[in-house]
């Protein structure tokens, strides 16, 4: 069965690094989007991502945040300048089209700001 | 804005006991409505869902109903085994401005002793 897959599964930066989370969607999906989740916090939405540039956006999602699908397969996350409230798991998701209601997760990125 | 609150946890059942996860949300017009699962080192997989109101989830002996006038999506399942220990999420999918975002809520870690 295809599923969504990021890489790395842990991430460890130090503080004011640029880092880039890496996912691969499920081939032929249309839709695409990145979720955080703070330890013990809830799951939060950032961006959303369609036909190439973004749909939606949180106000989590300041200019320190970019997306990028810079090939046919991969959906990237950069975080230009990483800070300590950065530590999160981060998910990506896909979504085959409008008003397809599911949404398919990967298994996420760790990522721990030092 | 949407929102999600569900039963803070950690709940800890024996196996073959009954369980249910409070979830109620707050949305304008009719969201559609998710229970996500989360397996130890594993991503969100959708477990079930419902777009309207009566309708009910189902899947793996899961269920939940769809309560407009209670606003609620509550989870349950009659006997639950060990393999269901995982962290479990409520979300909602809002139906008005094209928003394609879940908004979750803070999950339920379930722990099922044998």
């Known amino acids: 069965e295809p599923e969504v897959t990021q890489t790395p599964s842990h991430q460890v930066t130090q503080m004011g690094q640029e880092v880039i989370l890496r996912c691969v969607p499920i081939?032929?999906?249309?839709?695409f989007y990145w979720y955080r989740q703070i330890l013990g916090q809830k799951v939060e939405f950032l961006v959303s991502f369609y036909n190439n540039e973004i749909s939606e956006k949180s106000e989590i999602f300041d200019d320190q945040f970019s997306v990028e699908r810079p090939d046919g397969s991969n959906f990237t996350l950069k975080i230009r300048s990483t800070k300590l409230e950065d530590s999160a798991m981060y998910f990506c998701?896909?979504?085959?089209?409008?008003?397809?209601?599911?949404?398919?997760f990967g298994p996420g990125t760790r990522l721990t700001v030092l | 804005g949407n929102s999600v609150t569900q039963m803070e946890g950690p709940v800890t059942l024996s196996e073959e006991a009954f369980l249910t996860i409070n979830c109620t949300y707050t949305a304008t017009g009719y969201p559609s409505l998710f229970w996500y699962v989360q397996y130890p080192g594993e991503g969100l997989q959708l477990l079930l869902k419902?777009?309207?109101?009566?309708d009910k989830g189902s899947n793996k002996g899961f269920e939940a109903t769809y309560r407009k006038e209670t606003t609620s999506f509550h989870l349950e399942k009659g006997s639950v085994q060990v393999s269901d220990s995982a962290v479990y999420f409520c979300?909602?999918?809002?139906?008005?401005?094209?928003?394609?975002?879940?908004?979750f809520g803070k999950g339920t870690k379930l722990t099922v002793n044998p």
């Open positions: 419902a777009t309207k109101a009566d």
């Open positions: 979300a909602l999918r809002s139906a008005q401005g094209g928003s394609e975002k879940l908004v």
């Open positions: 998701a896909s979504n085959p089209g409008q008003g397809y209601n599911e949404q398919f």
């Open positions: 081939s032929n999906h249309l839709y």
